[in-house]
């Protein structure tokens, strides 16, 4: 039995640190694929906010102040690192 392994690496665009991280990967044979993403509320995955709210105060046991602290963050970062 054989088996191969490989690396899918999972880029959060929206991260001020996303292309110092990928670097770390990107002369490695092993990754075959390479997914960005931007999970900020509005954005891509979660375009509803009610939608993005019920997963990430769940998630991450947020009140409702520091969700909304949370949000802004996120915001705030995609739209310095994920624009064009």
């Given at each position: 039995l054989r088996a191969d392994h490989f690396i899918h690496l999972r880029c959060e665009?929206?991260?001020?640190d996303c292309l110092k991280a990928f670097a770390n990967?990107?002369?490695d044979e092993r990754v075959k694929?390479?997914?960005?993403m931007?999970?900020?509320p509005g954005q891509r995955q979660f375009v509803n906010l009610e939608?993005?709210?019920y997963y990430y105060q769940r998630?991450?046991?947020?009140?409702d102040r520091d969700f909304r602290k949370f949000c802004e963050k996120r915001m705030a970062e995609s739209a310095m690192n994920s624009g064009p």
């Open positions: 665009v929206s991260a001020p990967f990107e002369t694929l390479a997914s960005l931007d999970h900020a939608t993005y709210a998630k991450l046991k947020l009140s």
